[in-house]
């Protein structure tokens, strides 16, 4: 197996980003450019998954890996760029002018998140990190509602730049006590100057993952994002800053044990912050947002057992959260399709108006929720057993008490869409786009809870990566 073969998912998303913008650039319409960015996607998820199998093959030794791991989340990262795509057919909540620059830039942030979970050595991390940034700036500032767009690129811009000075100051400071910047080579020492440093770098990946308290930018990007770029933040992001978040914490760190405390603190306020405050939220996207550090929260959970089945769960949980929470945000870009931010309100006769975006955004919120037969459930399963068997039980009882609040909120949504009364009877008619990524996020969500076998045994192959085993 070649190396060239190996990099086809990046390449595939190299080309599809440079073939959109040379399509852009002539004045092609933005249908065409939008139908050939699904195919480039498409391609890449293929030629991952083809490779889903390969045993820790550098393609720069020491620096940029393709292993189980790395393809399992890149297959996660594709599978949320083509979903996010399938609903950019009508974007009604961007600028017109700039519409064909979309594809462009979701695909140059794709190629960084992919880049990102292969990195072995700090400073390519940290050049793939900034290169799926750049994208995801530039995707929030495109909202039709300028004051808006600008206000929420504006802050994301500014979090994420102090989020990149101390993650790269950090990468500075673990030189300094090592010596270089390889994750193997900085395992092997441990020094006072080194463990500051990897946390300053951890903080960093934090705050992609939106975890307490590094949480601030979330909803107010949310809110101000055009629906499309919400959807993109909310669910492929979340997978890279797993990947990068779980390879630091096993292959860079030398003592664990340092870190635990600090990571049971911020999972335990993430969990409780997030479902709390999403409770009184009426915007959808901002209800969203701050269920999406709840989730980041219930994520640590898997993390910080330090063992195989915990970073299994945790690969499982972030996979199968994409079209999971996909599932919501496909609503909210047809609900908002004129530009608008739908709110509670909105969502009144939804399921008299369209019974299958109504049946979309039911199992979306049920799994969530973590309520059977969807993947939610089985991914809760599985973390809270890898806890158990951590000996976490505490952490298990508060996990279980932030899971019923929560439900209280998604069922309230569930509620409005399917009881509420709706004085607008008007039928929302979806484009086939719309109604194929709905059916695709319904099937992997209750596929996926019935068998998680499947996905579970690939997530504890990669795992193995990290945890032996």
């Known amino acids: 197996m070649g190396a060239l073969e190996l990099f086809l998912p990046e390449a595939t998303i190299l080309l599809g980003a440079i073939v959109a913008f040379l399509l852009s650039v002539v004045g092609v319409r933005y249908r065409i450019t939008w139908m050939c960015s699904m195919v480039m996607a498409a391609l890449a998820g293929v030629t991952t998954a083809m490779h889903l199998g390969a045993h820790g ?185 797993v990947g990068v978040l779980a390879r630091l914490i096993f292959l860079a760190l030398p003592n664990k044990d340092e870190l635990a405390t600090v990571l049971l603190i911020l999972c335990i306020a993430s969990m409780t912050v997030g479902n709390l405050a999403a409770i009184v939220q009426r915007d959808i996207k901002r209800l969203l947002a701050y269920s999406t550090v709840a989730h980041a929260g219930y994520i640590l959970i898997g993390l910080l057992c330090f063992s195989k089945l915990g970073v299994a769960a945790a690969l499982f949980y972030v996979l199968i959260y994409v079209p999971i929470a996909f599932g919501p945000f496909l609503v909210v870009c047809v609900l ?20 299958l975006l109504a049946l979309t955004l039911m199992v979306g919120i049920f799994g969530l929720a973590g309520i059977p037969p969807t993947a939610g459930f089985a991914g809760k399963w599985f973390l809270f057993t890898a806890a158990i068997e951590g000996q976490h039980f505490w952490l298990v009882v508060i996990a279980a008490v932030n899971v019923t609040i929560s439900i209280y909120y998604y069922l309230s949504i569930i509620k409005d869409a399917y009881l509420t009364p709706s004085d607008d009877d008007s039928a929302i008619r979806l484009s086939p786009a719309s109604a194929v990524a709905a059916c695709m996020s319904i099937a992997m969500v209750l596929v996926a809870g019935f068998y998680p076998r499947p996905l579970w045994e690939l997530a504890e192959q990669a795992a193995k990566v990290l945890a032996g085993g």
């Open 57 to 241: 093959q550098p393609f720069f030794p020491g620096i940029y890996t393709v292993d189980a791991l790395s393809q399992l989340l890149k297959l996660g990262i594709v599978g949320g760029l083509f979903m996010t795509l399938l609903a950019s057919g009508k974007l009604g909540s961007v600028r017109s002018n700039v519409r064909v620059d979309v594809p462009i830039y979701l695909m140059v942030s794709a190629l960084g998140m992919m880049m990102l979970v292969s990195a072995t050595e700090l400073l390519t991390l940290y050049v793939s990190l900034e290169l799926s940034a750049y994208g995801l700036y530039i995707l929030a500032a495109l909202h039709t509602m300028r004051r808006q767009g600008g206000e929420a690129a504006a802050k994301y811009i500014l979090f994420g730049a102090a989020s990149s000075a101390v993650t790269l100051y950090g990468i500075s400071l673990v030189y300094g006590g090592t010596g270089s910047t390889y994750l193997s080579a900085i395992a092997a020492t441990s020094s006072p100057l080194e463990l500051v440093g990897l946390v300053l770098a951890l903080a960093g990946v934090l705050f992609k993952l939106a975890v307490f308290p590094f949480h601030a930018w979330a909803p107010d990007t949310y809110e101000g994002s055009p629906h499309q770029s919400a959807t993109f933040i909310g669910t492929a992001s979340k997978v890279a800053a």
């Open 336 to 355: 908002g399709a004129d530009g608008s931010n739908p709110t509670r309100a909105s969502l009144a006769g939804l399921y008299h108006r369209s019974p």
